[in-house]
Nanobody
Framework: QVQLVESGGGLVQAGGSLTLSCAASGGTFSIYSMGWFRQAPGKEREFVAAISLSTGSSTYADAVKGRFTIARINAKSAVNLQMNSLKSEDTAVYYC??????????????WGQGTQVTVSS
């Protein structure tokens, strides 16, 4: 059973930066990509970024393109999400996901518990 452990959330001022990390364990042979989704209060969960663990190809939501960077960590089943130039609208619970490569929740059978990111204006 794949387990995902996230870290790195917190409170930051607008314009600041945060790095989220996610590490997978158990059954990682079934993971082809890892990604991040987020859910703000009263809103549906939305795609943020994803990366293929084999090729390194990545994809981003338009809302974060140019500000966020997803990267693999040392060829392990782990990724970072570097978030720069944060805006108040980036405030959400961020979820790590693992599975197939895609931009929809249905591509990812494995999910982390979520980590809160709050951006103060």
């Amino acid at each position: 059973q794949v387990q995902l452990v996230e870290s790195g959330g917190g409170l930051v001022q607008a314009g600041g930066s945060l790095t989220l990390s996610c590490a997978a364990s158990g059954g990682t042979f079934s993971i082809y990509s890892m990604g991040w989704f987020r859910q703000a209060p009263g809103k549906e969960r939305e795609f943020v970024a994803a990366i293929s663990l084999s090729t390194g190809s990545s994809t981003y939501a338009d809302a974060v393109k140019g500000r966020f960077t997803i990267a693999r960590i040392n060829a392990k089943s782990a990724v970072n999400l570097q978030m720069n130039s944060l805006k108040s609208e980036d405030t959400a619970v961020y979820y790590c996901a693992a599975g197939l490569f895609g931009r929809t929740s249905s591509s990812y059978p494995y999910w982390g518990q979520g980590t809160q990111v709050t951006v103060s204006s």
